[in-house]
C-alpha cells in the first residue's frame, strides 16, 4: 500500500509570524480600545470641566450675586432704619456689598454664555443699570448721614428693585440649570457611545480574532498537524510506504520534513535489519552444520584416541616383554664373552692336552650350537621389535594426521605423535643394526660350529689347525663382546622406548580429555547455534512488521 496524504499550502507565513501577527493584533486592539477609551473619557472629563466651569461656577456666582442683592444690601439697609447701625459704616457695608457685585457680575460675563443667558442679561441689564444707580445713591446718602429719605426709597424703590434683580438672577440660574440639565445628558449620551464604540471594537476584535483564530487552528494548524499525526502513526505500525506531500515552509513543514527523514532512516534500517537478519540466518545454519561435523569428527577423534591408547598400551607390553628378552639375551652374550674367554685359557693348554681340548671344543661346539639358537631367537626378537616400530611409526603417523585434522586443539598431540614417530624410526634404524650384528654373530657361530667339529674330528691334525681354532675364539669373545654391547644398547633404547611409550600414553588420554572436552564444547555451541537460528527467525518474523 502506497498511501498519500496531500496537505494545503500554509503561504509565505510561517506558524512562528503568524503567532507574532495575531500577538501584534491584539496589541493593537488593545491599544486601539484603549485609545478609544482614554478620548471616552477625555470627552467626560472636558465635559466635566464645562459643566464645572460653564455651569457650576457661574451659577455659584450667581447664587452668591442674588444674596448680597437679597440678604447683604437689604440686612445693610434695614440696620440702619432700625438705628442698630450707624450710616457711615452701613455705607462702608454696602460699598464692599456693591464692589462685590460688581466684582461678580463681571466674572459672570467673562465666562462663556448661552444664548438664552444673553438674551435675559440684555433684558435684565436696564434694570442692573437702574438697580446699581439706586445702591450708589443710597451710599451717598448714608455717607451724608441723610437717614430720613432712606426709609421712602428703601420701600418704594430699593426693594421693588431688589426683587426684580433677585427674579432676574432666578431666571438666569434657571436656564443654567436647564443647560447643565442638558449637559448632563448630552454627557451620558457621549458616554453611552463611547461605551458601544469601544464594546463594538471588542467585539470586532474578539470576532475576527476568533475568526483567524479557528481559520488558523483548523486550516494552517490542526490539518497540517491530524495529517502528520497519520503519517506518524502509519510509521508507528509499521507502514513506511506511505508518503505526505506538504509544501509548506514553516515549523509543521520542517516537522513533516523530520518525519520523512526519520521514515527514511527507520526505512534503511529495516532493510539493513532484514538484511543481516538473513544473513544471520544463514550464518547459523552453517555454523550448525559446521558444529555438527565437528562434534562428529571430535567423536571420531575421541574414538582415535582411546585406539591409539590401547595399541599404545599393547606396544608398551610388548617392548616389556622385548626388554625381558633382551635382557636374556644380554645374559647369554656375557655368558658367551665368558665361554670366550675360558676358551681361550683353554687355548694355551691344547697343545699340552689334545683330548682336554676336544673335550673343551666339543663344549664349545655345543655352547656355540647355543649359541647359535639363542642368536636366532635374538633373530626373533629383533624382528618383533621391528614389526612393532614399524606399527608405532604408522600409528604415529595416523596420530599427526588426526592432530592436524584436529587444528589447533591438537597441535600439542601433534608435537608428541611426531616425537613417537621419530623414536620409531630410531627404534627401526636400531633393529636393522642389530639385525646386522646378529646376522654376524649367527655366521661366526656357524663358522665356530664348523671349526668346532672339525676340531673334534680332526683333533690329532695339527697344532696349525689349533692355532687357528685359537684365533677363531678369539674372533668369537671379540663378537661375544661385541654382541654384548649391542644388546645393552638394544636393552637402553628399549628402556628408553618404554618410557616414551608412557608418555606417548598419558599424552593419548589426554587428548581423549581434550576430545571429549571438545565435543561438549562442539554440543554446547551446536546449542547455541540453534538458538541463534531461533533468534534470527524471531528477528525475521518482527522486520517482517514493516512495509517498505
Do not use: C
Not at 450667581?62 to 447701625?85: A, F, N
Not at 445702591?135 to 420701600?155: N, S
Request: hydrophobic share 40%; no cysteine.
Amino acid at each position: 500500500m502506497n498511501a498519500r496524504f496531500t496537505a494545503s499550502a500554509a503561504g509565505r507565513f510561517s506558524v512562528r509570524n503568524i503567532l507574532y501577527m495575531a500577538i501584534f493584533y491584539q496589541i493593537f486592539i488593545a491599544i486601539f480600545v484603549g485609545v478609544i477609551g482614554l478620548q471616552g473619557m477625555q470627552g467626560q472629563l472636558q465635559g466635566f470641566d464645562q459643566t464645572y466651569h460653564h455651569r457650576i461656577v457661574p451659577l455659584n456666582g450667581l447664587k452668591h450675586l442674588s444674596d448680597r442683592y437679597s440678604i447683604e444690601l437689604t440686612q445693610s439697609v434695614q440696620q440702619v432704619r432700625d438705628g442698630t447701625l450707624d450710616p457711615y459704616t452701613a455705607a462702608e457695608n454696602i460699598q464692599q456689598t456693591y464692589d462685590a457685585i460688581t466684582a461678580g457680575w463681571e466674572a459672570y460675563l467673562a465666562l462663556p454664555q448661552t444664548a438664552g443667558e444673553q438674551q435675559l442679561y440684555r433684558q435684565l441689564s436696564p434694570q442692573l443699570e437702574q438697580g446699581h444707580e439706586m445702591i450708589r445713591g443710597i451710599i451717598g446718602q448714608l455717607r451724608l448721614g441723610a437717614t430720613m429719605e432712606l426709609h421712602f426709597v428703601a420701600e418704594t424703590e430699593l426693594y421693588p428693585a431688589i426683587n426684580a434683580l433677585v427674579g432676574g438672577i432666578g431666571n438666569l440660574i434657571e436656564v443654567l440649570l436647564q443647560q447643565t440639565e442638558m449637559d448632563y445628558l448630552q454627557q451620558q449620551q457621549d458616554f453611552r457611545q463611547a461605551v458601544w464604540t469601544v464594546v463594538g471594537v471588542i467585539l470586532f476584535a474578539a470576532i475576527t480574532s476568533a475568526a483567524a483564530g479557528l481559520y488558523f487552528a483548523r486550516s494552517i494548524l490542526m490539518r497540517p498537524l491530524k495529517e502528520a499525526m497519520r503519517f506518524a502513526r502509519d510509521i508507528a505500525s509499521g507502514q513506511l510506504n506511505t508518503a505526505i506531500s506538504l509544501r509548506r515552509r514553516d515549523e509543521i513543514g520542517e516537522l513533516v520534513q523530520a518525519l520523512q527523514q526519520m521514515q527514511q532512516e527507520l526505512r534503511r534500517m529495516v532493510e539493513t535489519i532484514q538484511s543481516n537478519a538473513e544473513q544471520i540466518a544463514a550464518a547459523s545454519g552453517e555454523l550448525a552444520g559446521t558444529t555438527d561435523a565437528i562434534s562428529e569428527a571430535t567423536d571420531q577423534q575421541s574414538e582415535a584416541a582411546l585406539k591409539i591408547s590401547s595399541a599404545i598400551q599393547q606396544l608398551r607390553s610388548s617392548i616389556e616383554n622385548i626388554n625381558l628378552l633382551t635382557g636374556e639375551a644380554r645374559n647369554i652374550s656375557r655368558h658367551s664373552g665368558e665361554l670366550s674367554r675360558q676358551g681361550e685359557q683353554v687355548f694355551e693348554a691344547v697343545i699340552l692336552d689334545i683330548r682336554r681340548v676336544a673335550e673343551i671344543s666339543a663344549q664349545a661346539s655345543d655352547s656355540v650350537t647355543v649359541l647359535g639358537q639363542h642368536s636366532d631367537q635374538v633373530t626373533q626378537v629383533v624382528t618383533v621389535i621391528r614389526d612393532v616400530a614399524e606399527q608405532t611409526n604408522l600409528l604415529a603417523l595416523n596420530a599427526a594426521i588426526e592432530a592436524a585434522r584436529a587444528g589447533e586443539q591438537g597441535r600439542g598431540f601433534s608435537v608428541v605423535a611426531d616425537e613417537v614417530r621419530q623414536l620409531a624410526e630410531r627404534t627401526a634404524a636400531s633393529t636393522r643394526e642389530i639385525t646386522q650384528k646378529v646376522n654376524l654373530i649367527t655366521e661366526g657361530t656357524a663358522a665356530v660350529v664348523q671349526v668346532m667339529q672339525q676340531q673334534v674330528e680332526q683333533v690329532q691334525e695339527s697344532v696349525q689347525q689349533a692355532g687357528h681354532a685359537g684365533e677363531v675364539i678369539r674372533d668369537i669373545s671379540k663378537a661375544s663382546a661385541e654382541a654384548v654391547n649391542r644388546v645393552g644398547q638394544v636393552s637402553s633404547a628399549l628402556d628408553e622406548q618404554t618410557r616414551t611409550s608412557a608418555e606417548v600414553a598419558e599424552s593419548v588420554e589426554q587428548i581423549a580429555r581434550m576430545s571429549e572436552q571438545n565435543n561438549r564444547s562442539s554440543t554446547e555451541v551446536a546449542s547455541s547455534s540453534r538458538r541463534l537460528a531461533e533468534l534470527s527467525r524471531s528477528l525475521q518474523e518482527t522486520v517482517r512488521r514493516f512495509v517498505l
